[in-house]
């Protein structure tokens, strides 16, 4: 059973940071590009940031870009992202994905069940 397990949620005050980390199983996904979908409270599913099958190329939203860092690792099929200077629009679940081909979208093949990331003020 193909799996991508989300960790590392949590409530964070304005400012503050967080590191989520999300683990694949069931397959490999070291050819595949891995990254971040977030849903806020009444919004629709919306890109965050993603990280090539090499590592080599990255892509991220407008409202990361900046703040967020997408890296993975290849040997252990896990994908991290570093959030930083966090907001309160920040709030949302976080959705590990994976897909084929890097896509600055929703493309993606392999979704996680998400993490609830708080940012209170």
């Known amino acids: 059973q193909v799996q991508l397990v989300e960790s590392g949620g949590g409530l964070v005050q304005v400012g503050g940071s967080l590191r989520l980390s999300c683990a694949g199983s069931?397959?490999?996904?070291?050819?595949?590009?891995m990254g971040w979908c977030r849903q806020a409270p009444g919004a629709e599913r919306e890109f965050v940031a993603a990280v090539s099958w090499s590592g080599s190329t990255t892509l991220y939203s407008k409202s990361a870009k900046g703040r967020f860092t997408v890296s993975r690792d290849k040997a252990n099929d896990t994908v991290y992202l570093e959030m930083n200077s966090l907001e309160p629009e920040d709030t949302a679940v976080y959705y590990c994905v994976a897909g084929s081909s890097l896509d600055f979208g929703l493309n993606y093949d392999y979704w996680g069940q998400g993490t609830q990331v708080t940012v209170s003020s």
């Open positions: 069931g397959r490999t996904f070291s050819s595949y590009a």
